[in-house]
C-alpha cells in the first residue's frame, strides 16, 4: 500500500471519529438542556432529589446539581426559567424563520460571543423581575409554586371542567322537571312516568297502526269514493289520543268550552290557533275540538315519524314544506279547499315550538287562509304543556290533570278585517288567557 493511500485512509478516519465525537457531545447536550425542559412540572420540580438542568450559567456543569426547595430562590428562578424557555422555543418553531432560539444559544457549551451573553443575562433578569409583584411600596411577592401548571394542563382542565359543568347544569335541570329518578339519553330526558307514557303510547299504537292499515287498504279498494272528506281516520286518530291522554291522566282542563258548543249548532267551518310551547299541545287542541272532523297543517318532516306520519297522510291532513316556495301555495290551496267544505282547521301560527315557552310572533298562512274563505278564528291559550313535557324531554315527564288547561275564547270573524289585524287580534285574545311565564317580555 502506497503511502499516499495511507494518508487518505488515516485522513478519512480521523475525520469519522471527530464526527462521532462531535454528534455524541451534540446529543448529550440536547438532552440535557432542551429535552429535560418540556417536562419540568410543578410536581417533578417539587419531588427530592430530582435532578434538573438551568440554562447554564457561563459555561457550568449542572448535570448533578440537585433539586433545591420550593421556598427556594434558585427553584423560583429555574421554574420562571423553564417557562421563558418552552415559550421561546414555541414561538421559534411556530415563526417561519429557521434561526435557532437564543435561549439555546445563550446556553451553549462552546463559542459564547458577547451577544449570546446578554441575552443570557436579559432571562435572568426578566426571571429575577417575574420572581416578584411589585405593591408599590418596594416590597416584592414572590410566586407561589402552585401557579407553576404548564399553559396546555390548565387548557386541558377548564374544557373538562367546561364539560362537566355543562352535564351537571342539564342533569339539575332535567331533576327540577321530572323529579330525582329522572335521567337522560341521547333520545331525550326519561323517568319512571315517562317510560310508562312511551309504552302505553306504543302499545295502543300498534293498534292504531292496524287500523290505519286497514283505512288505507278501504280507500284503495275504493278508489275513495266513500269518505271523501276522510272523516273515519280522523275518528281513529281520536281515539288513540284520547285512550292515551285518559289512561296516563293527562287530559287537559278546559275553559269556556260552552263557547265551541253554541259555535257549532253554526254548521260553520273555522280556523283553530293556539300558542306552541310542546308536543303535548296536538293532543291537547284535538281533545279540545272533540269528535269533529279535523285537519292539522302541520311541517312536512313530520311525515317521517312512525305511525304519526302515516296518521296524517292517511287523514289527508296539510302539509307545508317551508323550503318550497310551490308547496307553501299549494298548502294554502289545499286548507282553503277544507273550509270551503266545511271542515275545521288548526294550525299553531308561530311555526315553531317556543322553547322559553313565551309566545313569539306569528306567521300569516292561516290567517290568509280564513280571510280569504270567509271563516272565523278560534283562539285558544294553551297553559303549561311545556311543564307537562318540557322539550329536552322523550315523553311527558308528569301527568297534565291539575297542571295543563285550554283556555277557549270567542271566535273573531274575519270579515271587515284585513290579514293583520286578524292576527293581531288573535294573537291578543291567546296572550290574555296565559300566565305572566308564558306571555312575551315585549
Known sequence: MSARMMIVITNFIFLLAVTVT????????????????PKLSSRSIGRKGTSYAFPPKDGADVSNTEMPGKGSDAFQRALLEARLTMETRGKANVGSSTETPKVQEASSVSGHDHSDRNTSEKIRESSQESLGDDDGNGDTKKVDASDSTPPQEITETVIVKSSSDKKMEKRKQIRSEGGIFSFDTKFGALNPFAIYYGLLSIALGMIWFAALSLCDIFY???????????????????????????????????????????????????????????????????????????????????????????????????????????????????????????????????????RSGRVMKFKNGAFKMAHKVGAPVIPLSIVASGKVMP???????????????????????????????????????IISGLPDDQRPKN
Open 220 to 354: 284503495v279498494l275504493t278508489g275513495s269514493r266513500f269518505d271523501a272528506l276522510r272523516r273515519l281516520p280522523v275518528f281513529i286518530n281520536h281515539t288513540w289520543g284520547t285512550l292515551l291522554m285518559r289512561f296516563s291522566k293527562s287530559y287537559p282542563e278546559m275553559e269556556n268550552r260552552d263557547v265551541l258548543m253554541d259555535f257549532y249548532k253554526q254548521n260553520r267551518a273555522a280556523m283553530f290557533v293556539a300558542n306552541h310551547n310542546s308536543w303535548m299541545d296536538i293532543p291537547f287542541m284535538g281533545a279540545t275540538i272533540g269528535w269533529r272532523n279535523y285537519k292539522i297543517v302541520a311541517k312536512k318532516e313530520l311525515e317521517k315519524v312512525p305511525i304519526l306520519g302515516q296518521a296524517i297522510k292517511c287523514a289527508k291532513n296539510v302539509l307545508v314544506d317551508r323550503t318550497n316556495r310551490r308547496s307553501q301555495l299549494f298548502t294554502l290551496k289545499s286548507g282553503m279547499k277544507w273550509l270551503k267544505d266545511g271542515v275545521h282547521l288548526c294550525t299553531f301560527p308561530e311555526g315553531t315550538r317556543s
Open 391 to 429: 322539550s329536552s324531554w322523550l315523553f311527558p315527564c308528569r301527568p297534565s290533570r291539575g297542571i295543563a288547561k285550554v283556555v277557549v275564547h270567542e271566535p273573531i270573524e274575519s270579515e271587515g278585517k284585513t290579514e293583520d289585524e286578524l292576527a293581531t287580534a288573535a294573537r291578543e285574545a
Open 22 to 37: 462531535d454528534g455524541f457531545t451534540a446529543s448529550v447536550h440536547k438532552r440535557h438542556q432542551i429535552a429535560a425542559w
